[in-house]
Nanobody, 131 residues
């Protein structure tokens, strides 16, 4: 079965850190770019980060740049999002997806997804940042 399953979401205090994971099954992760998205409490969706197939290049939305780090392990069919200095506004349902290419930097910078060409989407893991 072709699927992506996220895990690791939790309740975290402001300023804290959390690492969430994305497990791929039923297909080879190495052939796709991987991106993390989030759905905010107001149901708005935005792209957070994207990493190229070989992991050499990654990009981030301005809202998380310098605080979040995306990574992947093609051998383990896994992708990760390390989140540091978390803020209440980071509260969201985080989900991963695989696609043809990362959105252009100018698009991803503002949380856009144009150009990604999503092929498989996970169902998400909840991250809540609150004291």
């Amino acid at each position: 079965q072709v699927q992506l399953v996220e895990s690791g979401g939790a309740l975290v205090q402001p300023g804290g850190s959390l690492k969430i994971s994305c497990a791929a099954s039923g297909f080879s992760l190495e052939y796709y770019t991987v991106a993390w998205f989030r759905q905010l409490p107001n149901l708005e969706r935005e792209a957070v980060s994207c990493i190229e197939k070989n992991g050499a290049n990654a990009d981030y939305a301005d809202s998380v740049k310098g605080r979040f780090a995306i990574s992947r392990d093609n051998g383990r069919h896994m992708a990760y999002l390390q989140m540091n200095s978390l803020k209440p506004e980071d509260t969201a349902l985080y989900f991963c997806a695989v696609g043809e290419r990362c959105p252009p930097p100018a698009v991803l910078r503002v949380g856009g997804v144009r150009g990604f060409g999503g092929r498989v989407w996970g169902r998400g893991t909840q991250v809540t940042v609150s004291s």
